[in-house]
């Protein structure tokens, strides 16, 4: 499969050269090859359910067909070749989606040698792709499936002001990347603001300070902004001589060759991907002063933040966040580990949620990624406590739906709607509470997890026949 | 034992001698589900009676003294403080801040002599924020730095008080496993020869007694001689199956260590071993990945299946400052995972007591226990509950911590030009 893959892009580079066709750099040449199983109907019968965009059903069905969410109501008629699943007593769910983890690049176990979430060679390597360090049997993606996480953004880590792309991936098991790749997802571009950029390269050329961090940006953008423009210039030129070539009379402008394109610079295509809006900006920033001036730095070069993550202090400018259609991905309580987490309160998720902007739970954990269920769960009660007044349905669109909308999938996955993936969590009971469990997840329709079936329990390569194996987790 | 017993005794005399004067109070807590951790069970309906820091009666049908200061607990739950059994709560500020962290000493020349009491901030910022949430004690550790042993831990209450340290070297704890050996200089066997000689030399040890070719300096021979000789705990970090047996070994060797498992994230593989050297362990459920080649077989069943072997097992956010108070979430968590609810309560709460030997004063509500107790809004292991109240040697406590302040100053955005936020 790679072998083929490997020929068809060589053959693409030789027709265009040969052929004198514009020249288009390939935007993704590591293509997704995941295919769902085929499934049967699945009727979830009489259940307590979260829809994902807000709604509770405290008794409802959902229909599942050919992987996709058909119906979700009261009382639907059962097609004869569903298999009926008695909901009653259980929570039924959209499957939770993490916008930030490093499963594969940071796997388990954590030895030097699985160290591959961090390129701490350069505060600039936008050119780095998580999918290309992603082992996929890290056995953390099992565990996660376990908690009810049907997909999730493996990002690199935040060492570098310009870390590399993000990946989405669906949380099945492959032999490869590729296999895991969520199909059509967008890129991601992983940036990181404050401590940790300052502090990897302090010693090592910079940057030294803040000020260091907002310079190398724009100074990275500024040269982002040239090479986009080198290649409109490039396409625009092309056109003009294309033009010339079919519709001219002189002889001169026939015998023209065409425009040069620009020279490929791998940093620079995610910048410009970005700069088209065909990447989207996760940025890893805990203080609200600094999120209000990377918000300024994206409109000084013309991109858009679709996040901030850890957004230790998103409570202190939820306003802006609203204002400019910036989510914030958030823990519900962990903090105060540095100056920039100091600040950290437990209601940071609800307050943000109920200043209008868009409110994610997100782990950055492979420990934390079994149970964002309960991180949700703790940032609702607190939020409540201090008078927010949120229901635990609108809490859920923290777990699925906003996050599927952050990462472009929106349209494909993150509720319980007609026509989305069936990508679905059936829990023991509510999953609000420390007591409940995922017993079945499905994704596009498919059980990859039931607790109460062995044969459906994946075990990774790297457990194999190790102390465990098999064993419940 | 006996010293430890007088120690303890001390300790309480002048922790009531300096409490007295501000808390002669009585105070009845009235109609609450009532969590006693002992033959009583849980009371519906119940009463507690409190005095002069002390719980004075429990029960479902007691008479109130008069003038008692009532707290009506009806539809809540009524229980003993928390006790975190191993944190790091008020040795650090902000963790990767040197300069606020004293958690460990990576260049010390000092190691078993290092006193956590020492570095201890009853001010900082994560008391409060543990307080809050519930637990009222905490066994607090140092963390091993430049060698195996990390020093003595001690137990503090999160009154924040400056005479909050209820016992001082209380334990002393030790790394072993990976850590242990890259310590010790390379390999799990020179962190076990290490400890042996460590706990010879400290037995053997007399002030100004020459100790020609010691490897351990005086100071540290001197800390190390309580716990090697039982009369205090060791606690000792060891993941690995193979390591707790190693540990089982020790145990059989010198029988009267006072041995506690740190992790032991494998302890179920070797389960009937631990209880029978009766090797309580301090765990942390949520731990099942092979984070590392030590904890291959860790699971979310350790807890239930320890404590189904009979090894007592306390549930811990092992040495977390900020975060020491998700202990109650872990317990959870083992309760979802087969541990009983009576367990894995009791393993926040008079398991700790016990394995600090505070199980005549804390952990549970008996007629002369410390009044800690915590009165919630629901099941404390549920994620969605939170403490109404809090008393600690029956003082009720302030549920302001810096990051409810933080809260309330930004829970309004409007009008931040009229009212600006650091006016607020």
């Known amino acids: ?473 | 034992m006996s010293i430890f017993g007088k120690l303890t005794l001390a300790a309480s005399v002048l922790s009531l001698a300096s409490a007295t004067p501000v808390m002669a109070q009585t105070i009845a807590i009235t109609g609450g589900k009532v969590i006693t951790n002992t033959a009583q069970g849980h009371i519906e309906n119940g009463t507690v009676v409190i005095k002069d820091g002390k719980v004075v009666t429990v029960g479902s049908n007691i008479a109130i003294p008069d003038g008692a200061t009532r707290i009506n607990a009806s539809g809540k739950w009524v229980t003993p403080g928390l006790f975190s059994p191993l944190s790091q709560v008020g040795l650090v500020e902000v963790s990767l801040e040197d300069s606020t962290n004293d958690a460990s000493a990576d260049e010390a020349d000092f190691s078993a002599a290092l006193d956590g009491a020492d570095g201890f901030n009853p001010k900082a910022e994560a008391i409060a924020i543990t307080k809050i949430e519930g637990m009222t004690r905490m066994a607090v550790t140092p963390d091993a730095g430049a060698h195996i042993f990390a020093g003595s831990g001690f137990i503090a209450n999160t009154s924040g008080s400056f005479d909050s340290i209820t016992k001082g070297k209380a334990f002393m704890a030790v790394h072993m496993g990976e850590k242990g050996a890259r310590l010790a200089g390379g390999s799990r066997s020179a962190s076990w020869a290490y400890l042996r000689n460590a706990l010879s030399e400290a037995r053997s040890y007399r002030p100004g007694r020459t100790r020609e070719g010691a490897l351990l300096n005086g100071p540290d021979a001197q800390a190390l001689k309580a716990a090697a000789e039982g009369r205090m705990p060791l606690l000792v970090y060891a993941s690995r199956a193979s390591d707790l047996m190693t540990l089982v070994r020790l145990h059989g060797d010198y029988p009267k260590l006072d041995l506690v498992a740190v992790g032991a994230q494998e302890g179920w593989m070797v389960a009937d071993a631990l209880a029978n050297a009766e090797i309580p362990a301090i765990i942390q459920p949520q731990d099942n990945l092979p984070g590392s080649f030590e904890t291959l077989g860790a699971t979310m069943e350790n807890a239930a299946r320890l404590q189904a072997a009979g090894v007592r097992i306390a549930i811990a956010q092992i040495d977390e400052a900020f975060n020491a108070r998700l202990a109650a979430q872990q317990a959870g968590d083992a309760v979802a995972n087969g541990l009983s609810w009576d367990a894995a309560f009791m393993a926040i709460t008079s398991t700790p007591a016990a394995i600090f030997g505070l199980d005549d004063q804390l952990g549970a509500l008996a007629s002369g226990m410390n009044a800690d107790i915590v009165v919630w809004d629901g099941d404390p292991l549920e994620l969605m509950s939170s403490p109404d109240h809090v008393f600690i040697d029956g003082k009720e406590q302030s549920m302001v911590s810096r990051q409810t302040k933080l809260r309330d100053r930004y829970l309004d955005l409007s009008n931040i030009h009229e009212k600006p936020l650091a006016y607020r």
Request: aromatic share 8%.
């Open chain 1, 1 to 473: 499969m790679i072998k083929q893959l490997a020929l068809v892009s060589a053959l693409t580079m030789v027709c265009t050269t040969a052929t004198a066709e514009m020249v288009q750099i390939d935007k993704n040449p590591y293509p997704s090859t995941y295919k769902p199983a085929a499934s049967g109907s699945v009727l979830i019968q009489g259940a307590h359910i979260f829809d994902g965009l807000g709604k509770e059903y405290t008794t409802a069905d959902v229909l599942l067909e050919n992987g996709k969410v058909s119906a979700l109501g009261e009382h639907l008629d059962t097609p004869s070749s569903a298999t009926v699943i008695d909901g009653s007593g259980k929570w039924v769910t959209p499957g939770i989606i993490d916008v930030h983890s490093h499963m594969g690049v940071y796997a388990s176990p954590g030895v030097r040698a699985t160290a591959d979430g961090n390129e701490v060679t350069s505060p600039v390597t936008a050119e780095i792709s998580s999918e290309h360090g992603v082992w996929p049997h890290d056995p953390a993606f099992n565990r996660a499936r376990a908690g009810g996480i049907t997909a999730m953004l493996v990002l690199p880590g935040s060492a570098n002001l310009f870390g590399g792309r993000g990946t989405v991936l669906k949380n099945v098991t492959s032999r490869t990347v590729q296999g895991m790749k969520f199909p059509g997802a967008p890129y991601a571009l992983k940036m990181a603001c404050g401590e940790n950029p300052k502090r990897v390269y302090g010693q090592k050329g910079g940057p030294y300070s803040r000020m260091g961090n907002f310079s190398h940006y724009r100074k990275t953008w500024i040269k982002a902004t040239a090479y986009k423009k080198s290649w409109d210039d490039y396409r625009t030129d092309y056109a003009k001589w294309e033009d010339k070539q079919n519709n001219s009379k002189d002889k001169k402008d026939k015998d023209k060759k065409p425009p040069k394109a620009p020279k490929r610079d791998l940093q620079m295509e995610t910048l410009m991907g970005v700069l088209d809006g065909e990447i989207r900006v996760n940025m890893h920033c805990y203080r609200a002063d600094e999120m209000a001036q990377v918000i300024d730095m994206s409109k000084e070069f013309g991109y858009h933040v679709s996040a901030f993550h850890h957004a230790i202090e998103a409570y202190k400018v939820a306003d802006l966040l609203r204002e400019n259609d910036t989510c914030a991905a958030m823990w519900a309580d962990w903090g105060g580990f540095k100056m920039e987490a100091y600040d950290s309160i437990r209601e940071n998720i609800p307050m943000v949620h109920k200043a209008g902007a868009c409110a994610i739970v997100h782990s950055d954990s492979e420990v934390g990624i079994q149970r964002l269920n309960q991180e949700a769960a703790k940032a609702l009660a607190d939020g409540n406590k201090a008078g927010l007044d949120i229901s635990q349905g609108e809490a859920w669109t923290w777990l699925s739906s906003n996050p599927a909308k952050l990462l472009g999938i929106g349209d494909e996955t993150g509720a319980l709607a007609p026509g989305l993936n069936a990508d679905v969590v059936v829990w023991s009971g509510n999953p609000f509470s420390v007591y409940s469990r995922a017993e079945t997840v499905f994704i596009d329709g498919t059980v990859v997890f039931d607790r109460n079936d062995q044969s459906k329990k994946a075990v990774s390569d790297f457990e194999l026949g190790q102390p465990g194996d098999g064993d419940e987790k």
